[in-house]
């Protein structure tokens, strides 16, 4: 069971807009402005599309954006592609006990 | 640009010991920590722990104590990870991945690394 919690699948289709929720705690979401998301296509390495909650590294499309509100984060994609399609997981910093913290993954499909 | 290219895939028995290395290139290896990431196959992601390529200071996952080592190497900028008594749910592509944040989160990536553990 992953510590935080993100919805197993969504979907939506090619132009459409669609949140992914990542909730946690008020040990871990809601206490750092540490939330980060990664894109992971099958077989590749994950790759970061949001840092800090809501910035977003060079190279990165702005259809993607970051988001949180109390224990909760959220991934927001505009304008889906057939290439957006993937499985995505957020992060959290969770204090010094427990460190990093992953959610479960949510895979995305574009219909 | 930042690449982290790891160690080919290892097919480990039940009791043996692993250690994937992670070379990398494109910025300056001592101004940056390392993370450690899993995924067992069909699996999320689950971080391991995470050393500084600066003084070598380590922060390792609680149920991994005991059975994991992360060094580095600053002259060939290079990042190792141990894992010993290995069990079959240790089965898994293993990760590095480089800390811009200081605060262990990942951004730049490796290919990874599959560890299989079988008798």
């Known amino acids: 069971q992953s510590a935080l919690t993100q919805p197993a699948s969504v979907s939506g289709s090619p132009g459409q807009s669609i949140t992914i929720s990542c909730t946690g705690t008020s040990s871990d979401v809601g206490s750092y402005n540490l939330v980060s998301w990664y894109q992971q296509h099958p077989g590749k390495a994950p790759k970061l599309m949001i840092y800090?909650?809501?910035k977003r590294p060079s190279g990165v499309s702005n259809r993607f954006s970051g988001s949180k509100s109390g224990n909760t984060a959220s991934l927001t994609i505009s304008g889906l592609q057939a290439e957006d399609e993937a499985d995505y997981y957020c992060?959290?910093?969770?204090?010094?006990?427990?460190?990093?913290?992953f959610g479960g993954g949510t895979k995305l499909t574009v219909l | 640009q930042v690449q982290l290219v790891q160690s080919g895939a290892e097919v480990k028995k039940p009791g043996a010991s692993v250690k994937v290395s992670c070379k990398a290139s494109?910025?300056?290896?001592?101004?940056?920590?390392i993370s450690w990431v899993r995924q067992a196959p069909g699996q999320g992601l689950e971080w391991m722990g995470w050393i500084s390529a600066y003084n070598g200071n380590t922060n390792y996952a609680q149920k991994l104590q005991g059975r994991v080592t992360m060094t580095t190497d600053t002259s060939t900028s290079t990042a190792y990870m141990e894992l010993r008594s290995l069990r079959s749910d240790d089965t898994a592509v293993y990760y590095c991945?480089?800390?811009?944040?200081?605060?262990?989160?990942?951004?730049?990536w490796g290919q990874g690394t599959l560890v299989t553990v079988s008798s």
């Open positions: 991945a480089r800390d811009s944040s200081g605060w262990y989160i990942p951004d730049y």
């Open positions: 992060c959290s910093y969770a204090g010094s006990s427990t460190d990093v913290v």
């Open positions: 494109g910025y300056t290896f001592t101004s940056y920590g």
């Open positions: 800090e909650g809501s």
